[in-house]
């Protein structure tokens, strides 16, 4: 096993908050537009606005899609950066 990767799993073992912080960015990447499909899938427009319904979703899946990507980013750099203050903190350096 290489030794960078035994590094990455000690630190792991002692400090887990990065490894949960790339899990959480990995889940909602994956839950919000998955919710915003949910929530757009009930909503029904009555009238001249019926046409509209399948716009309003696709535009709405589109940004929440960013949005998710978004999220799943700035955890995985926020886990980046605790993976770096704990490994200075358990290896010393």
Do not use: H
């Not at 887990?16 to 009930?42: K, V």
């Not at 949005?67 to 886990?79: D, P, V």
């Amino acid at each position: 096993m290489p030794y960078w990767l035994e590094e990455i799993l000690i630190v792991w073992n002692y400090r887990s908050r990065s490894y949960w912080l790339i899990l959480i960015g990995i889940a909602a990447y994956f839950s919000i537009p998955l919710f915003i499909d949910w929530y757009w899938s009930t909503v029904e427009l009555k009238g001249q606005f019926a046409g509209l319904e399948d716009l309003f979703a696709s535009a709405q899946n589109a940004k929440y899609d960013k949005r998710g990507l978004f999220f799943m980013l700035g955890c995985w750099i926020t886990a980046y950066k605790f993976y770096f203050k704990d490994r200075k903190k358990l290896m010393g350096y």
